[in-house]
């Protein structure tokens, strides 16, 4: 069984910096292609970045040269978020699948496995 753990959401200014974690435990999982969601209520979970094993990245538009995702080479994924906007405020959500990476990996349906989230809240 694969499970993910976040943690490191918070309160911040606008402006400011938070680094998520997500721990993913399980058979295998080195190989998972991994990513991060976010999901304000009322909304569908928009992909975020996703990151392979041999570390290639994706980012969506809206946070490209603010957030960078990175992963070790054992169980941890980060989600640096730097320049922090209120329309950031979600919950966000790693996710993992057993496949590669590939263009499509920020579409919330590729992934099985997902954490429980975490509150990222940004004031102005």
């Known amino acids: 069984q694969v499970h993910l753990v976040e943690s490191g959401g918070g309160s911040v200014q606008s402006g400011g910096s938070l680094r998520l974690s997500c721990v993913i435990s399980g058979p295998n999982t080195r190989d998972y292609c991994m990513g991060w969601f976010r999901q304000v209520p009322g909304h569908g979970r928009e992909g975020v970045a996703a990151?392979?094993?041999?570390?290639?990245t994706l980012y969506a538009e809206s946070v490209k040269g603010r957030f960078t995702i990175s992963r070790d080479k054992v169980n941890t994924m980060y989600l640096q978020m730097n320049a922090l906007k209120p329309e950031d405020t979600a919950m966000y959500y790693c996710?993992?699948?057993?496949?590669?990476?590939?263009?499509?990996?920020?579409?919330?349906?590729?992934?099985?496995?997902w954490g429980q989230g975490t509150q990222v809240t940004v004031s102005a």
């Open positions: 996710a993992a699948y057993s496949r590669m990476c590939y263009s499509g990996s920020l579409g919330s349906a590729t992934y099985k496995y």
């Open positions: 990151i392979a094993t041999a570390g290639s």
